[in-house]
């Protein structure tokens, strides 16, 4: 563990640490999910079809990558602590004016802000593991922490369901807005700052952006990038389409959204832990690797599935995004460490930049990938491994590419 933890942290908070980190770093895929089991009452009382609906997750998703490339710089600048407590005051809020949107132009707007919101918590908890703890620890805290975080897509279909069948679909923006209030909570009293004020940077837009730029500039993050976002891609094709999987071509009902998260969450929770566990025996890199063979083996095998009748009933048709989720339980959290060493002095804009492309590539899946594959199990089974081989693809690139400069 590095100077800043020891110096702002007692035994007991360190020991809590990886829970609230955890809890944060959820908090923006919780958001994307957690309203699915509404759609159907939504839909009646705001007079929206199923597409429109789709502009709850879709809206979402593009603010939050609008604003991801803010929110690390300015933790850089300011400190983690701030961007954390105040981004969560204002989904608090956003989550408010959704409940009382009485249309669906209102509910967006909502939405809008909440993604704006919602990565101030998510992106900065993870730029903390690593200016606080180094080598195996650093990635058995990300482990952990991915774990917790690979559930909150699996819990949140769970959590929308019970909440509407005890209170209309405002329940669960209701439900949101007391998780931001507890988080808040939890921040300021067990989280430490982990960036202190002789490592932080001139609060400037020239200084943000050149944060940015110093990460842009490095060729490795652009192949570190894409391949993280491709292969997690394929997982939340399933993730931002889950109504028109589950319920349009599976003719499943609105309670039943767990039967495709808890095989496909509950195998990257599973890859996470063992990521873990293998943290002082293997580098992360071979990690990397071994997790991205195994999700383009989850992909073929998901294909295959869709072929035979097995494919058009769960659980047999998460099968192979369950094994795709289990590679990328392997290789996410050691990705996204490798690519924070890459910039030691701007970690926060790193992961802003990371998330950036990942959250962009995620909203045009859920608005434009997810209708067109759609229209067969067959057709999300072939993008997803589409996704999975460019992202592996990109994968053996950077590899190529450092073993190339290290030769040199």
């Given at each position: 563990?590095?100077?800043?933890?020891?110096?702002?942290?007692?035994?007991?908070?360190?020991?809590?640490?990886?829970?609230?980190?955890?809890?944060?770093?959820?908090?923006?895929?919780?958001?994307?999910?957690?309203?699915?089991?509404?759609?159907?009452?939504?839909?009646?009382?705001?007079?929206?079809?199923?597409?429109?609906?789709?502009?709850?997750?879709?809206?979402?998703?593009?603010?939050?990558a609008?604003?991801?490339v803010?929110?690390?710089?300015?933790?850089?600048?300011?400190?983690?602590?701030?961007?954390?407590?105040?981004?969560?005051?204002?989904?608090?809020?956003a989550?408010?004016?959704?409940?009382?949107?009485?249309?669906?132009?209102?509910?967006?707007?909502?939405?809008?802000?909440?993604?704006?919101?919602?990565?101030?918590?998510?992106?900065?908890?993870?730029?903390?593991i690593?200016?606080?703890?180094?080598?195996?620890?650093?990635?058995?805290?990300?482990?952990?922490?991915?774990?917790?975080?690979?559930?909150?897509?699996?819990?949140?279909?769970?959590?929308?369901?019970?909440?509407?069948?005890?209170g209309?679909?405002?329940?669960?923006?209701?439900?949101?807005?007391?998780l931001?209030?507890?988080?808040?909570g939890l921040?300021?009293?067990?989280?430490?700052?982990?960036?202190?004020?002789?490592?932080?940077?001139?609060?400037?837009?020239?200084?943000?952006?050149?944060?940015?730029?110093?990460?842009?500039?490095?060729?490795?993050?652009?192949?570190?990038?894409?391949?993280?976002?491709?292969?997690?891609?394929?997982?939340f094709l399933y993730?931002?389409?889950?109504?028109?999987?589950?319920?349009?071509?599976?003719?499943?009902?609105?309670?039943?959204?767990?039967?495709?998260?808890?095989?496909?969450?509950?195998?990257?929770?599973?890859?996470?832990?063992?990521?873990?566990?293998?943290?002082?025996?293997?580098?992360?890199?071979?990690?990397?690797?071994?997790?991205?063979?195994?999700?383009?083996?989850?992909a073929?095998?998901?294909?295959?599935?869709?072929?035979?009748p097995a494919?058009?009933?769960?659980?047999?048709?998460a099968?192979?995004?369950?094994?795709?989720?289990?590679?990328?339980?392997?290789?996410?959290?050691?990705?996204q460490?490798?690519?924070?060493?890459?910039?030691?002095?701007?970690?926060?804009?790193?992961?802003?930049?990371?998330?950036?492309?990942?959250?962009?590539?995620?909203?045009?899946?859920?608005?434009?990938?997810?209708?067109?594959?759609?229209?067969?199990?067959?057709?999300?089974?072939?993008?997803?491994?589409?996704?999975?081989v460019?992202?592996w693809?990109?994968?053996?690139?950077?590899?190529?590419?450092?073993?190339?400069?290290?030769?040199?």
């Amino acid at each position: 563990m590095t100077g800043v933890a020891t110096s702002t942290a007692t035994p007991r908070s360190v020991a809590l640490i990886p829970l609230v980190l955890a809890m944060l770093s959820m908090i923006g895929p919780f958001s994307i999910d957690t309203p699915f089991p509404a759609f159907s009452e939504m839909g009646r009382k705001l007079d929206a079809s199923v597409g429109q609906l789709q502009l709850v997750v879709t809206a979402y998703l593009l603010s939050f990558a609008a604003m991801s490339v803010f929110h690390g710089p300015l933790s850089d600048a300011i400190g983690r602590r701030p961007v954390i407590v105040g981004s969560l005051l204002v989904y608090a809020v956003a989550s408010v004016a959704c409940a009382f949107a009485p249309t669906l132009e209102l509910l967006l707007v909502g939405r809008v802000v909440q993604g704006l919101a919602a990565g101030g918590s998510t992106i900065v908890s993870r730029t903390i593991i690593r200016d606080m703890f180094d080598g195996p620890e650093a990635q058995r805290l990300m482990s952990q922490v991915a774990v917790i975080f690979g559930l909150a897509p699996a819990a949140a279909p769970v959590v929308g369901g019970l909440l509407v069948q005890v209170g209309p679909w405002e329940t669960v923006f209701w439900f949101m807005a007391a998780l931001a209030l507890v988080l808040v909570g939890l921040t300021v009293a067990l989280l430490p700052e982990s960036h202190p004020p002789e490592r932080r940077v001139p609060l400037r837009v020239g200084e943000i952006v050149r944060g940015l730029t110093a990460v842009l500039r490095v060729p490795a993050f652009h192949r570190m990038a894409w391949a993280g976002t491709l292969v997690f891609g394929a997982q939340f094709l399933y993730i931002g389409g889950a109504a028109i999987f589950v319920v349009d071509l599976l003719g499943e009902g609105e309670l039943d959204f767990w039967k495709l998260f808890l095989p496909m969450i509950g195998a990257m929770v599973v890859g996470s832990v063992v990521s873990g566990r293998l943290g002082r025996m293997v580098t992360s890199p071979r990690l990397v690797s071994v997790g991205y063979a195994v999700s383009t083996a989850g992909a073929l095998l998901g294909i295959a599935v869709a072929l035979t009748p097995a494919g058009e009933v769960l659980p047999w048709a998460a099968l192979g995004i369950s094994l795709v989720a289990f590679g990328n339980g392997l290789a996410f959290p050691n990705i996204q460490l490798l690519m924070l060493d890459l910039v030691p002095t701007r970690r926060g804009a790193v992961m802003s930049a990371s998330s950036f492309v990942t959250l962009v590539f995620n909203a045009a899946s859920a608005a434009l990938l997810a209708p067109y594959a759609g229209r067969s199990v067959l057709g999300f089974a072939v993008a997803a491994a589409v996704c999975v081989v460019l992202g592996w693809g990109f994968w053996r690139w950077h590899q190529h590419a450092e073993r190339r400069a290290v030769a040199a």
